[in-house]
């Protein structure tokens, strides 16, 4: 499976942010969804995750209550919905696709990504 990130882009610390992640291929409905980000000079970290019919979602502390993931199978889709944004989440934003949910928030379950999108929250 191909994935195409869009959605970054600058906004101001409290403002929000919707990325989505197209998919290509016609097994889109088979893996979990995942969006990692990595900002300068730190590691690549996980955000969230959706299972594959996109009943669960996962986050990160940092980001749950603000952030949200959902997905759309039939548009091959996945989305990231991100609000009230501070400058602690600048950074280029990754999503993902892999087979084990039960390990949702690790990077090596993941075996497809796509090239990233880049978000800049300015204070």
């Known amino acids: 499976v191909q994935l195409q990130a869009s959605g970054g882009g600058a906004v101001q610390a409290g403002g929000s942010l919707n990325l989505s992640c197209a998919a290509s291929?016609?097994?889109?409905?088979?893996?979990?969804m995942g969006w990692f980000r990595q900002a300068p000079g730190k590691e690549r970290e996980f955000v969230g995750a959706?299972?594959?019919?996109?009943?669960?979602?996962y986050y990160t502390v940092a980001v749950k209550g603000r952030f949200t993931i959902s997905r759309d199978n039939g548009k091959k889709t996945v989305y990231l919905h991100m609000n009230s944004l501070s400058s602690e989440d600048t950074a280029v934003y990754y999503c993902?696709?892999?087979?084990?949910?039960?390990?949702?928030?690790?990077?090596?379950?993941?075996?497809?990504w796509g090239q990233g999108t880049q978000v800049t929250v300015s204070s």
């Open positions: 291929g016609r097994t889109f409905s088979r893996y979990m």
């Open positions: 959706v299972d594959r019919s996109g009943g669960r979602a």
């Open positions: 993902a696709a892999g087979l084990s949910v039960e390990a949702a928030d690790q990077f090596w379950a993941y075996g497809y």
